[in-house]
């Protein structure tokens, strides 16, 4: 991957209010994200944020966002924290920056708020040491297949899956409380009941007491940038993958059953959002 154009910006506000059910308020460190997901529902981001160049390619880094979120926190009614919604808060500019660990700092010892982080990177586990000194901290781990080196294709910027779940693991083994985000799943690779188990196995191995998961919605954005990627590296799963895109509440009720069925048997919690 050629390396990410990184610029500083400065943040009026950082701690958004939420309209994710369940979620009060998003927090978002950076602007942009170099994990470069291919499916990421994140890139309208670069757009309305008037930043050019292509997603995954640039990285905006908020210095000033944990003293604004300092100040949010003397206003704002407690509630629930998610740290990377449309970024992620552990992509690779943290390890310098640390913008991420000084807006988790900003809530040690406030009352009420329960603050989450949802990553696909294993550098959460720096910061485990604030993390255990909040009042109701978790961290999801996403992993969308346990294959690293497709995962590599679909997720160049992200840490291996392997390493994820290492990460929850150790995580766990510090007392954080840890849980998987199994989404999307990649429709014709990570989707087939063996998959399945295997990644909800891993989640369950690694410490997740829940799992949350998601299909992949080939709305038109992703589905170019999915079907590129497809027709480049893998084009015997093109014609498979469009015939999904052709039936999707058929593809849905199969897949909604598998993962059910797969749960039930590994005895986890699985929480579909399809
Ligand atoms: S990690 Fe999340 S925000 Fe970042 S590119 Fe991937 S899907 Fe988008």
Not at 16 to 30: E, G, M, R, V, W
Not at 69 to 89: F, H, I, K, N, Q
Not at 185 to 209: N, W
Request: hydrophobic share 40%; net charge negative; with cysteine.
């Amino acid at each position: 991957m050629a390396e990410a154009r990184q610029f500083e910006i400065e943040c009026k506000s950082v701690l958004t209010k939420s309209k994710i059910p369940s979620i009060d308020y998003a927090l978002n460190p950076y602007l942009g994200c170099v994990h470069g997901c291919v499916y990421c529902y994140a890139t309208f981001m670069a757009k309305f944020q008037k930043v050019e160049g292509e997603w995954g390619s640039f990285v905006g880094v908020k210095v000033n966002a944990p003293a604004v979120l300092a100040r949010e926190l003397e206003r704002r009614p407690p509630g629930v924290v998610c740290l990377g919604t449309v970024c992620d808060a552990y992509q690779p500019a943290e390890r310098k920056h640390r913008i991420s660990r000084a807006c988790l700092e900003a809530f040690v010892g406030r009352e009420g708020f329960e603050v989450g982080v949802l990553t696909k990177s294993d550098l959460v586990l720096r910061d485990v040491d604030v993390l255990t000194r909040l009042e109701s901290p978790d961290v999801g781990i996403t992993v969308t297949c346990l294959d690293d080196r497709l995962a590599a294709v679909v997720e160049p910027g992200a840490p291996p899956p392997t390493r994820r779940l290492d990460a929850m693991r150790a995580l766990a083994d510090h007392g954080v409380p840890v849980w998987g985000f199994f989404g999307p799943i990649l429709p014709t690779f990570s989707d087939t009941t063996d998959e399945i188990a295997r990644v909800l196995g891993g989640m369950k191995a690694a410490g997740a007491d829940h799992v949350l998961v998601d299909r992949l919605n080939l709305y038109p954005r992703v589905w170019s940038r999915f079907r590129d990627l497809l027709a480049r590296e893998y084009q015997d799963h093109v014609d498979a993958v469009a015939s999904i895109k052709r039936d999707p509440e058929r593809y849905e009720t199969e897949l909604r059953r598998r993962v059910e069925d797969v749960a039930a048997t590994l005895g986890i919690a699985a929480e579909l959002c399809f």
